[in-house]
């Protein structure tokens, strides 16, 4: 399969039979058709009942700080503003005029005292409002009220002032969704010395010629890292004997995190939620050298007190997967954004966040993380984002239609509907995926 | 030989380095204080006060030269193969940097993966590079290089081989 | 929406219902469907039922003048060859040899006693006639009379020089279609001191990613001009401030006019006629310089008399439409053939006329319209070409799926059927367009 | 058309009615309809109906001589590997990891004890059957016996060193599908002096944006080569002026060999065959220097005796094409696989064979004819290039439905059966290959 | 140094300015009679004899390098960032050009603006480039500039930032 | 003018003959016994080991240079129009070349043929070039030019103009 340009593929059988009811059959206990990752009419459906119905995460109230401040985001593919008023109220509004419907934002941020359309000079409130039309006249009647507001978001929330997303009235709450997972926004937030966290402008991104599900599946997979990353454990290893264990630079040791044996991750726990969110307990210990690990206890017990400080720094989890949008860290201060393109074609947005007041090594850190973990020059990444594309070239094409997801199947740590534990060797979270796709794609509503 | 003459023949030599597989080689050309950074905005000064697509100590710069000479199969990517043309070389104010010149270059980078994508299988990159090179004997090595892609706020797809 | 090449989308629900009922439903009085513009499928139909029935400018006699000469034009997605026999007579070939199929011409134009195929240089006569196949015997029967001849458009007629395709027999004809504008294509002729009219043969061509009716909808379009190229306009008053209003060059003098204030536009003319035409009054009034005016105004007088060379040089009408394929200039003897490529694709080629005898200042001047007004390095085309991008990514995708084109609904200067007249700002022309559209689409015929 | 990137076109109107029983119609006894070249919903079709079905050559057994050793191929979109076992044996498997589905083997060739998927490093040993998996427990009984081996070709049969495989277990033997055509692999290896034949592990490809079928119904046409070619013969010949025939380096002989007057054409044998295959008689002599020569008969009269040693070198055919997967060139021992890579994009790679112990200018000789008749730099492959891409462009649109393939319907040498025989300026190769592809195509099995 | 030197160092100097984005010190090189020419037709010689895609003036210049000053907000077009790569300048024969020198060069020029179009957001020039240049001091000015771009009879998308 | 500086100009000539479309002089820079060599495998040593993208002799180039001065009409295909951009230009060792100076140089080549295909009009190659030169007077004949392209295992759609 070598579309020479990651084009929409010809839908599979749209014509053939109707799609709608094949999705439920899609999706079995412990395989997936490969139609899911490959075919653009069910892409586009994604787009609509997935992400046009799910909480997404869309950015950081630090991102659009000043009034009349705002920053564009996607919504699945559709894009957005997020814009804040004069009160500093926050609204969230469909980046699209509503005159010839061209793009309003073009740019990622900005700041205004009203948005408005380059075309014809339409201007908008921060709260989506038509305020002004060159020759209203020539409008006369057709200009009711509110007929040409912007189009706002049904829901916009925030949760300790990182912002989500909801297209769709008829959603469950931002906390019910959060669910348990809201513990690792809890674990950025906490680590503040001054409960003050910014996201940092820069953006690092990534993109691959693959289905944007595949990053889900690969982020908490605690098997392939020795495997995939062999060559950069073998090539760590290698700057390791000649620079001696301690004194290799953080980037190196994460490199060699990966080569960790497997049973460090048999004992891990991988822990999976409704709606299709996982996290695995961490693997990759950040320690701070000594000066600024001494301080910066000192700043966290003079504001949570020592027994809270020492709980928020005993918190040690891999990545969160807050499903279908975005990947966060905790200790490192990363979120990463996933932005579906088109059905093989996905692009992840990677933001660090600065710890207002910490020492500067806690930011120099988190931005160490932030590049090995989400650049495309990294070669643990540049492993992963291969493998994607040799996926959507196995699945495009052939008579083996069903992909397992079976390991783990029946290993439990414990096992609650609200929180289900597993070993974090375990496929599970790939299958609650998988779950809560079936689940939001089937409902016609 | 002007000192100019000796520079534009020191980045041709790290060029053929790049092109000709040799990355062993080619990392040691870099001090060991070194710096190697491909930082996203053209704006920054501070390599640690943002997220970079690359920024490399010597470490971690050994630790790429080591992967690439890998063989292939222990690793899911094929080897990358690339033509770097620099033009346009000049000397910069040295500003606060620890070497003895910093040289301005612009780079036109032509990458080729064998990836089954067609056309796509090639990318161009280009940039304006920024070398602090320090006098080693007649040549150089380099303490310091900085990467501004013209693209560096775009997404990157795998990027093996270095710039 | 970032289809990394315009390649043709998915068909929307091509699947989903029949498009044929469809059709009607899309174009309302002042709001048109957004699928209009995104879904490959009407694209598809839009080839064969509005390019292959309206009349189609496909180029001027000029650039075919010798015998055995031949341009290549395009009607829709059709390439045709435009050819002069010895005799002198037009004729209009369908560019594709009737053995396997290829491409006959693939230069823009040429020269030679006979057209002839590279493939197995089968040759066919000017008007299209197979006249040599390499060992005929082989056909033997299969090669009767004519059956292999080049296919020719249905109709080809010329409008004083400008020469008009269409490939259905049952359309009007080209007077009745081209009914008021031809006063555009006279007002470009007639200022021809010796009725003479040559086309440049080097075309400049401009390309955007997106519908080919956003062109349509923005040269008649009057309110845009100071918001679009509002940073133009600001940029060319910094100039002229610094050289003084009186040594501005013509070009400067264009971007400056678009910052003519809308009650300007209000009080000009917009003509709209049946078939989806259109133009707006003048308003870049192009003086040459006294002595080359004295001189042309002479050539005028002697060639219509006093009163007709001044009636010619009183018309002044900014840009004539001439749905769908084409945008004209007098004043500026500058024509401009808008080309669909794909349904997220087009191209503009411009073409410049001399008219052959006048001083080289009327020339000059065309020249430097047509660069400002064609050039996609044109700081003006510039905007354009962005904002139909904006339009073509904003309307892609989501809900908002009823555009307006309501402005000057019930704005009126005159009102007969013919010929319909309104103020300048109103978007009657797209309006007008949209009829047309409905009416060719919707005729299943 | 200027698809910018050969993006898969929208089904013709796969929407508007049934594919299946439009298949049937759309080839005639003596002509074709465009869609068989333009509609992509045919050609998805023809990876499981024809390259799903037909044997297809996918390479040498020197390809992969040593024990572990493989080497990937293509059945039409579908990639597959062929490995030797410990014991010497070959398989050939699925190229796809059982697992997730990604490619197992990105390299064209390689050695290894076992296949092993970088991903999770699953390894199958080269029979394909699943080895091992990290964690094995936690797959527990879905691991059941041979559930995720990888999956094998149906059928994967030699002929004399050169390997055919055939993804479909209800297919004709290997040697009837090849029927007659064996003698064109006879007349490569026969020429062998010790029997031994070895590929060249450096392979030369070109690719064109147009259907895999052009290539097919180009490299049996003999009319063509005066015409298409007549820019390299003009040059060549201005070269030989220079030169004098008896100076001229081969590749210039076998430019000027496509200037031959249809008259020897007319004489010379073209031969089809059942399930479309076609060869004609050779044209481009290939003598070799006098000492090589003569070394060389004595090798093969050593090897063959005189007699057959004689027939041997007295066997001048052109090329053989073996419907629908590659061409064959036994005296220049150079075989061309045509791998079919979307509807409107095709590769095609050369191999060139070393015939171990000959003279060094035999297959000096080879390389030549392989660089003339395979390189993108050719002239002679430049010109049918550019001319497949304008015949793609032409059956792109238009009403212009049927295209005929007529020549030399009802002149016959020989008919039966089993082997027709007909001048080599007839197109009874191109409809030979249509019938098979009309019968495999509406074959719904 | 050379004269030819000096003039390919001039020429670097102007690929710097424009890659920087200081588009008003670029448009300072021109001289106030000059011509900034980008024509369709390779074998055209008279400017006004067809049209072109650039035939400026020294305003319509300034006026370009002023809208590339103006703020993003207020044009609808992203700021476009290019990598100038010139090389192979050589004397050319001066003709009846009123200028000290005319240089031929060959320019390959990398243009990338975001506009959410992945890989072809970059878009990559090619142009056989002929300057007239006037003796300043120790420097130039330029009193004329031709850029015959490879597929100057090929349609072009929007293009700001001038070559 | 130092040796380097020579071939420097004499490998500008030869660009700008190609980019100017004049085959037959560019042919005439060829020797007698010259060799022009394309590989797909950039470790290939003998020209006639394996198949190649291209190895003409002068016979094959004079034929090249032929076909691309035939008129339009004659041929299906449209002239191509490049623009050869030469850099990191340094002498090689000679080996057993029989050529006086062996020169290494960086080649990135746009090429554009009118196709109607859009953007895929253009097309950008790049390789590592390698000149076997004779003095000949003050200038220099090729007697040896081997092209190793950056994706010379990749396929190539139909290519008139030489590199
Ligand atoms: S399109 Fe936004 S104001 Fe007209
Ligand atoms: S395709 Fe035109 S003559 Fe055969
Ligand atoms: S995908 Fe092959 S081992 Fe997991
Ligand atoms: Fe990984
Ligand atoms: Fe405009
Ligand atoms: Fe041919």
Redesign the pocket.
Known sequence: MNAPFPSAAVPENAAVHDLEEDLGALVREDHVHRRVYTDPAIFRLEMTRLFGRAWIYVGHESQASAPGAWFTAEVGTQSVIIVRDEEGRLHGLYNR??????R?CSQPSGQGPRL???????SFSHAGELLS??LPAGYAESLRRGQYDLARVAQLQSYRGFLFVNLSRDAPDLLTYLGHMRTTIDDLVDRAPEGVVEASPVVLKHSYRANWKLTFENLNDTIHAGFAHHASILASGKVREAYGEENLSPSLRMMLANGKNLRFFQESEMVTEPFGHSYIGGHIGAKYSAPSMSSYVAQLEALHGPEKAEAVLRVDRHLMLLYPSSTWHGRYQTVRIVRPVAVDRTEVWGYVFKLKGAPPEVFRNAVEYCNGSTSGFSPVIADDLELYERIQQGNAFGEADWIPMARGLHERFRDDPAETRHPATSEAFIRNQMQAWKSFMTDPA | MSTLDAVRDFLALEARLLDSGRYRAWADLYTEDCLYWVPIDPAQTDPYAAPSHVLDDKQLILARAERLEVPRHLSPEPAARTIHAVSNVVFEDLGDLAADYRVGSTLVCVEYRRRDYGEADQRTFAAQVSHGLRLEGASFRIAFKRVDLVNADAPFNAIAAPF
Chains 1, 3, 4 share one sequence.
Do not use: I, Q
């Not at chain 1, 005029?97 to 061209?102: D, E, I, K, N, Y």
């Not at chain 1, 408005?116 to 339409?122: A, L, M, T």
């Open positions: 005029c509503t005159h010839r419907g061209p309003l408005s359309c380059p075309y014809h000079g339409w039309t060159p």
